[in-house]
């Protein structure tokens, strides 16, 4: 195999999704309320979630970062609350803080790229901060019940970013199953695919209820939701905003299919992984972080520490990039990455107190293994990088 024939971009298995998107086509309606009875797609795919997940409640919207504004907001997020993020995730995390008018505060993360539950705790108790919104960046799962623990402890509100999470699992609980509220994305690099979306879960009703309406369910279309607690539903009529960031049935009509199938698709993604793992088997120079043995990884990425210096490290990116792996890394000068929180701007991170996170982030190479990678692809590049490698 060349490494030409390998795309690099995440591409659609059709043949999971055609039959359900000529179903969802024919119906001729897209508009998720179109449908009396909760049946259509987006209501199919809200349940189906449920079901993996063990939710009561589930909201399909148009992107993840919308699903975490209505979670921040339907948990009572105001103008004056501060919110703890982790100081490793995707700009638009703290960029759903920032939409709410609140101030994200930057945590500290580990060298396995999970929060550091120490600074966590003294940051607490520093800003007063009442909302702990953890991301689970490239599917790395923190002690969740220890998370859960000094939450409880401080009275702090924990809302789940599993944008990369999705399958993830702590002694068999979901990612996204352990706070108030739980979001899930489905834009195209994710464990389901279908172009844009997002999902939020939850157990509690007012916050089920309140991301309803807010999602943009006006009048009487709240009653399409397939949920057994209208009652409180009722509460909220018409004295909530409307942003209008609902998800379309031809979306549902793409995931439902994809997300019957993640287990097989989560058992490859992780043959794939450890397939790399064991071809890349040079521990002097490739450190790859610490999985606890409480956790179900989902893989549809690789992050490695390469351990030489920094000029070989920029150089070993440039080489790679030259030999067709379009590798990432988090090091170096001038770096534009969107997962760096010295690149947003938009927020005064001066004075954030994170001795570890630039520490932690600037040996890492960042290697993104696409759903549709067979073991070839991954033998390939795995040969590619040991090749590139021995020159440096
Ligand atoms: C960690 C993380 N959270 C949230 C998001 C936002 O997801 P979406 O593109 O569905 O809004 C992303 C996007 O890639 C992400 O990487």
Redesign the pocket.
């Known amino acids: 195999m060349k490494i030409s024939d390998i795309s690099w971009e995440a591409e659609l298995d059709l043949n999971i999704v055609l039959d359900s998107i000529h179903e969802a086509i024919n119906t001729k309606k897209l508009f998720r309320y179109q449908f009396k009875k909760s049946e259509s797609s987006v209501n199919i795919l809200e349940k189906a979630i449920n079901n993996y997940v063990k939710t009561k409640f589930s909201l399909g919207v148009s992107?993840?970062?919308?699903?975490?504004f209505l979670a921040l907001k339907s948990a009572g997020i105001k103008s004056t609350s501060k919110v703890l993020i982790p100081a490793f995730?995707?700009t638009?995390?703290p960029s759903?803080v920032i939409q709410c008018g609140a101030e994200p505060v930057l945590v500290d993360i580990t060298e396995n790229y999970v929060v550091d539950l120490i600074d966590l705790e003294l940051k607490i108790i520093a800003t007063g901060a009442k909302y702990f919104l953890i991301?689970?960046?490239?599917g790395h799962l923190c002690d969740m019940p220890e998370v859960v623990r000094i939450c409880e402890k401080h009275s702090v509100i924990l809302i789940e970013?599993a944008?990369?999470a999705l399958g993830v699992t702590w002694n068999g609980k979901h990612a996204g199953t352990f706070g108030l509220a739980g979001?899930y994305?489905?834009?195209s690099?994710?464990i389901i695919n279908a172009g844009?979306?997002?999902m939020l879960v939850t157990n509690d009703p007012d916050v089920f209820w309140k991301s309803v309406f807010m999602s943009g369910s006006y009048e009487n279309n709240y009653q399409l939701h397939s949920s057994e607690d209208l009652n409180i539903a009722e509460k909220y009529k018409n004295k909530l905003p409307v942003f209008n960031v609902r998800m379309n049935n031809l979306t549902a009509a793409l995931a439902i299919p994809q997300l019957l199938n993640i287990e097989s698709t989560i058992s490859r993604l992780n043959k794939n992984y450890d397939t790399l793992v064991t071809k890349l088997n040079r521990p002097d120079l490739v450190i790859f972080p610490i999985k606890p043995y409480e956790v179900r990884a989902v893989r549809d990425s690789a992050q490695m520490r390469i351990m030489l210096n920094e000029s070989c490290r920029n150089e070993l990116k440039i080489k790679l990039n030259q030999s067709g792996v379009p590798i990432s890394y988090f090091g170096g000068v001038n770096n534009s990455n969107a997962?760096l929180y010295q690149n947003w701007k938009f927020l005064d991170s001066k004075n954030s107190n994170l001795p570890n996170t630039k520490k932690h982030l600037e040996e890492v190479f960042d290697l993104r293994l696409p759903i549709h990678f067979t073991i070839e692809c991954i033998e390939r590049v795995s040969d590619i990088f040991l090749n590139v490698i021995e020159e440096l």
């Open positions: 992107s993840a970062t919308n699903a975490i995730t995707f638009a995390v759903a991301s689970h960046m490239r970013d944008a990369h979001i994305s489905l834009q690099y994710k844009e979306g997002g997962r």
